[in-house]
């Protein structure tokens, strides 16, 4: 199948080649069968992103990490249900579904059409194109019991004003929910246009955050929790030259941040 995106929705294809890629070279490391099932059937460049090793190892850390935290929540809270905001080609359903969770993925209508096409959707799976930034999605779940939101890869596509604007939408319609979310920091929203993937794509990074505690004066609806650095997970790719490079990247690593909603 043809896929022709462009700007921010052009960048799901990043994180998920990198699930690929990972599944292929790494796969004692990670592995994601339901990615690698479907990749024949997506007619896209992928071989420009061959060579972006550091985003590829960054993706397949924070995708391990956000397994990892999501787990632990729906051991916790058995049938929970789980909102991934700008899912793109996510199959996290499939690697961390316990047999009751509720799944929703929201990303733009483009994306969605194109998902559904490539994809099988399970029976708890439901999948809504819609912008993040309205609440048009937010009214379709009605949920009064615990709920996880997923904001992978989306938040440094936003200004400081949409961000804020999507935590007041969090709050109004899930009062209770547990956040897992990726920050970036300043220097990657300077630098981007050198990065190794984000570079062959037309979309534009806005925001970054030197302090993820920080985001509690952005958006007093949530309190920060704790945070994991990519950079740590990134050593299973590469041990010998991550360790080396090890204190400059982890300064200017994006992070996984665990919120509530007060």
Not at 81 to 103: A, H, K, V
Not at 130 to 144: D, G, P, T, V, Y
Not at 172 to 187: T, V
Request: with cysteine; aromatic share 14%; proline share 3%.
């Amino acid at each position: 199948m043809k896929v022709n995106l462009q700007g921010v929705a052009e960048t799901l294809l990043i994180p998920y080649y990198a699930r690929v890629y990972g599944s292929r070279f790494y796969k004692n490391k990670f592995y994601d069968k339901y990615a690698l099932e479907v990749f024949e059937k997506i007619d896209y460049d992928f071989s420009k992103f061959e060579k972006g090793k550091m985003s590829i190892w960054g993706c397949l850390s924070r995708s391990k990490i956000l397994d990892r935290e999501a787990k632990k929540i729906i051991d916790q809270y058995p049938n929970i249900t789980c909102i991934s905001i700008g899912c793109g080609f996510d199959t996290r359903f499939n690697r961390i579904d316990n047999g009751e969770i509720n799944w929703y993925g929201i990303d733009f209508p483009e994306v969605i059409d194109l998902r559904n096409r490539i994809f099988l959707n399970k029976k708890r799976e439901k999948y809504l194109g819609a912008n993040a930034l309205e609440e048009s999605w937010a009214e379709q779940i009605k949920e009064e019991k615990e709920v996880l939101i997923i904001l992978e890869g989306i938040l440094m596509y936003f200004k400081e004003e949409e961000i804020k604007n999507l935590f007041k939408i969090l709050k109004k319609y899930f009062p209770n929910a547990i956040i897992l979310a990726e920050f970036s920091r300043p220097g990657l929203i300077k630098y981007q246009k050198k990065h190794d993937t984000l570079s062959k794509v037309s979309a534009t990074l806005y925001w970054g955050i030197s302090k993820s505690k920080d985001i509690e004066k952005i958006a007093p609806e949530v309190k920060f929790i704790e945070e994991w650095n990519l950079t740590k997970g990134m050593i299973a790719f590469s041990p010998f030259f991550m360790i080396l490079i090890y204190p400059i990247i982890y300064k200017v690593n994006n992070t996984i941040v665990k919120l509530k909603i007060k």
